[in-house]
């Protein structure tokens, strides 16, 4: 999101919002509904009993982590509360809610692309409905690769401490006292976007190439 268009085509930006905010609520909704599903799968109900299994955004969005994805480019919802005490296997419940999100996100970026492709080989060249799916596949892949950054707060964190299970203690350590510090000066210093944009741009090409490729567009 070019930010300076607030400044000198305000009415532009605003156009560009509308196009990216159903991308934002899709990748958010979905990301979060993942998590509280495979938590209540593996045995923790208190995501579903407090109606987080639902794809509606109201129940997930976070007014700060929404205005960062809007403007900045990546961003976050309210984390999806789970108690780990209740899985039947503690370190596969972590590993596998962990990583639900992310993997829901790369599903949306790969079966949007899709629709895209489909878009393209039956001729439907609605630009705007083209522009929203584009948005759509980027921000969930943007969304992906932030949270699996193994910092503070995010999914990437939960994702190594299963990995390291009995072996995490220092990590987690390190995590809970330094790792939402670390988070902020990265997004502050603009270092995470640079990272996450270059990422998303390999991932992004990779998948249209292939997509397009089976579908034989050139």
Same mark, same amino acid.
């Given at each position: 999101m070019n930010l300076s268009l607030l400044f000198t085509n305000p009415m532009l930006f605003i156009l560009e919002i509308l196009y990216i905010l159903p991308a934002v609520l899709i990748g958010l909704s979905f990301h979060e509904a993942s998590h509280a599903y495979v938590a209540y799968k593996m045995g923790d109900p208190t995501a579903k009993n407090l109606g987080r299994i639902t794809l509606d955004p109201a129940k997930h969005l976070d007014p700060i982590g929404l205005l960062c994805l809007l403007f900045l480019g990546f961003g976050w919802a309210k984390p999806v509360p789970v108690n780990p005490n209740n899985f039947e296997n503690r370190r596969k419940g972590e590993f596998l809610v962990s990583i639900a999100g992310v993997t829901m996100n790369f599903i949306l970026g790969v079966g949007f692309t899709v629709i895209l492709a489909l878009m393209l080989v039956f001729n439907i060249r609605n630009s705007i409905a083209i522009k929203i799916i584009q948005y759509i596949i980027s921000i969930n892949f943007v969304l992906m690769v932030f949270n699996l950054l193994p910092i503070g707060p995010l999914? +990437?964190?939960?994702?190594? @401490? =299963?990995?390291?299970?009995?072996?995490?203690?220092?990590?987690?350590?390190?995590? =809970? @006292?330094?790792?939402?510090? #670390?988070?902020?000066?990265?997004?502050?210093? +603009?270092?995470?976007?640079?990272? #996450?944009? +270059?990422?998303?741009?390999?991932?992004?090409?990779?998948?249209y190439n292939l997509v397009f490729m089976i579908f034989g567009i050139s």
């Open positions: 999914d +990437g964190t939960g994702i190594i @401490r =299963a990995i390291l299970w009995k072996d995490s203690y220092k990590f987690d350590s390190f995590m =809970a @006292r330094y790792g939402t510090i #670390i988070l902020l000066m990265l997004l502050i210093t +603009g270092v995470i976007g640079m990272f #996450i944009s +270059g990422i998303v741009t390999v991932i992004q090409t990779n998948v």
